[in-house]
């Protein structure tokens, strides 16, 4: 099927310079039914969150090409890969200390896939690509 992800294992690590480009999300799913007396009956669907990471950064044309070619190495989008968040370290660490290029360390790590189409506006210096994030799929 178009769309699907290829596997869960993850093929490449995200440059170091492109993971301070994204925040943290997190996304309780639950289902809600609002009665007519305005009381709300709340279920949740997940124990846990669901994290997605957001472009929020405004990219020069070297890092908005270092994205892009990481984009297409991974299939467009399609092809899971390994991201550092560089806020989720140790105590008394630095921030993106926990970065390592070959993936092995776990300390931060997330496999996540793109989602969301390729859609960029360029404005005098700076590019901002619309529409991707990052979601975690395992």
Not at 32 to 60: E, M, P, Y
Not at 85 to 114: E, H, K, L, M, W
Request: proline share 4%.
């Amino acid at each position: 099927m178009p769309g699907n992800l290829i596997g869960s294992t993850p093929n490449g690590v995200m440059p170091a310079s492109l993971c301070t480009a994204f925040t943290e999300l997190r996304e309780y799913a639950q289902l809600q039914n609002q009665f007519h007396d305005g009381t709300i009956q709340r279920a949740q669907l997940a124990q846990t969150s669901r994290r997605t990471f957001h472009l929020s950064k405004r990219l020069s044309a070297s890092l908005l090409s270092a994205l892009y070619s990481f984009w297409v190495s991974q299939n467009g989008g399609l092809t899971p890969f390994v991201f550092y968040n560089p806020f989720d370290v140790a105590s008394g660490q630095q921030i993106g200390s926990n970065y390592d290029p070959t993936g092995s360390n776990t300390q931060g790590r997330v496999t996540v896939a793109f989602r969301g189409n390729w859609a960029q506006a360029t404005d005098v210096a700076r590019t901002n690509v619309q529409g991707l994030e990052l979601v975690e799929v395992a």
